[in-house]
């Protein structure tokens, strides 16, 4: 089943009279359950991509569809509830909220969506034990590691049971040994429970990972191959 795909996006800015072509006509399908890196070099358009997958961006031209809606179509507004009812996200620097702890991190997009106090507990519960950190729950970011704040966030996307998850450079500010632990995490999410990820790096050794490798080169993509994962 597919669950996002983009039709010959492109995605220009334009700063005073210099005009940059951050995509050129990129056409790209996820089907539900792969494990897929885009990578390139810095400048490549690799998160613009993710971006726009993930409807924090709109494409200067083309279309881009999740879930089997059309989202170049949708207003703002519905955009915003597909994002939070779909997509879920993984950040290069966690974004975590500073003054919460990583229980009530994770609790926040089932508190958004309503979730009953029941449930959302239960949830909550479930997904420290799936990471990993299930007497680290009352910790707040700062009094976490790098490596657990990241662990935390992966959680936190995982609460609505969204269709895909994206991350950025997920590993970029973790040490080899974190960085594995996370990259070993996101793995077994996959095999495991079947999560969908779309992740961007640079990285040889996060790439190594992924099952799917989309490599993009100024805006373009260059190749789209199958890979050991």
Avoid: W
């Avoid at 009094?143 to 609505?160: C, D, F, N, P």
């Amino acid at each position: 089943m597919e669950v996002a795909r983009v039709e010959n996006v492109t995605r220009s800015f334009k700063l005073g009279d210099v005009e940059t072509h951050a995509l050129r006509g990129v056409s790209l399908a996820i089907q539900d359950g792969e494990f897929t890196a885009l990578v390139g070099p810095s400048g490549s358009g690799k998160t613009t991509l993710l971006q726009i997958i993930g409807c924090l961006d709109q494409p200067t031209s083309g279309r881009v569809y999740v879930g089997g809606s059309e989202v170049t179509r949708l207003g703002r507004d519905q955009r915003a509830d597909l994002r939070r009812d779909k997509i879920g996200y993984v950040f290069q620097f966690f974004a975590l909220i500073p003054t919460l702890t990583a229980y009530e991190n994770i609790e926040m997009p089932l508190l958004l969506n309503n979730t009953p106090a029941g449930p959302r507990a239960a949830r909550v519960k479930e997904l420290l034990d799936t990471v990993g950190l299930a007497s680290r729950g009352g910790h707040r970011p700062d009094q976490l590691s790098g490596g657990e704040q990241q662990r935390v966030a992966i959680a936190r996307a995982l609460a609505k049971r969204p269709a895909f998850i994206l991350a950025d450079e997920p590993t970029a500010n973790l040490d080899t040994t974190n960085g594995q632990q996370v990259m070993d995490l996101m793995t077994r999410l996959n095999r495991e429970g079947g999560v969908t990820f779309i992740f961007a790096t640079h990285d040889p050794r996060v790439i190594g990972y992924a099952r799917r490798v989309v490599t993009l080169r100024d805006g373009a993509l260059v190749s789209d191959a199958a890979a050991g994962g």
